[in-house]
């Protein structure tokens, strides 16, 4: 069974930084292009960084230079280091691949950036 799970998310102040993890079971994980999105209540989910299987990273202009996507293949994880944040990066923070024509999603997990 496939299954991805997010796990770090928290408290932060603004100006601070945060690390969350994705975490892959039931896939080859390096094989698979992974991405992160976001989503504030309300609002539709947004695309916000990808890594590709050759570990070369991708981001959406709002987060480039604050935040980095990484990835370590021999322990699974993906990684998505948060500098610098604000107050409008709180948001509910998903991974998500595709493996062919099916679309895995996380379950999500809070980051909060308090002003």
């Known amino acids: 069974q496939v299954q991805l799970v997010e796990s770090g998310g928290g408290l932060v102040q603004r100006g601070g930084s945060h690390r969350l993890s994705c975490t892959a079971s039931?896939?080859?994980?390096?094989?698979?292009?992974i991405d992160w999105y976001r989503q504030v209540l309300g609002k539709p989910r947004e695309y916000i960084a990808r890594i590709s299987t050759g570990a070369f990273p991708h981001y959406k202009n709002s987060v480039k230079g604050r935040f980095t996507i990484s990835r370590d293949n021999a322990r699974n994880p993906t990684y998505l280091q948060m500098d610098n944040l604000t107050p409008e990066d709180t948001a509910n923070y998903y991974c998500?691949?595709?493996?062919?024509?099916?679309?895995?999603w996380g379950r999500g997990i809070q980051v909060t950036v308090s002003s």
């Open positions: 998500n691949f595709w493996k062919g024509s099916e679309n895995y």
């Open positions: 039931g896939i080859d994980f390096e094989t698979y292009t």
